[in-house]
């Protein structure tokens, strides 16, 4: 039991170090610092599982919890990463962010170049308040991309 905990913990600390290669302001979300709250869900994933090579991808990073707790945290960094943005589709409710889905830079690994995509909604106004983000990299297009937001949210 316990080579396994730290097996998942290295593998935690290396997909870490690899989104934090990528210099974005939401990899301070990912460090692990918020596992222990309970209403959190968060998913780190990279490599070649079954769901990333049928996706295309080859990271996937998600994050949802309470609106009221993780929205003023989140968004401010969603927004500095999306500045840099070579597409975006943002929407606002009431002076806040709603809506994020940015595509950004790509990012060379390798000889090869990957699509990289932030997703954010914040459905403060709705009965489960939840402020869901996803960051995803890999072979994606933008219209995979888009229909695969479709199955994060709430």
Known sequence: ?????????????????ALAQNGLKINQIFTGDYASDPDVTMTIMSGES????????????????????YAKTLAPLVLADGSKAVG??????????????YALPKVKVGKQELNRYLYYVNNGSQ?????????????ITQEEATRLIRTFRQ
Not at 127 to 139: D, I, P, Q, S
């Open 1 to 17: 039991m316990k080579r396994i905990f730290i097996a998942f913990m290295l593998m935690v600390a290396a997909t870490s170090a």
């Open 50 to 69: 079954r769901y990333l090579t049928s996706h295309h991808l080859t990271v996937l990073a998600t994050f949802k919890g309470p609106s009221g707790t």
């Open 127 to 139: 009965k489960h308040k939840r402020v869901t983000m996803v960051y995803f990299e890999g072979k």
């Open 88 to 101: 975006r589709n943002v929407r606002y409710k009431n002076g806040e962010l709603y809506y994020a889905f």
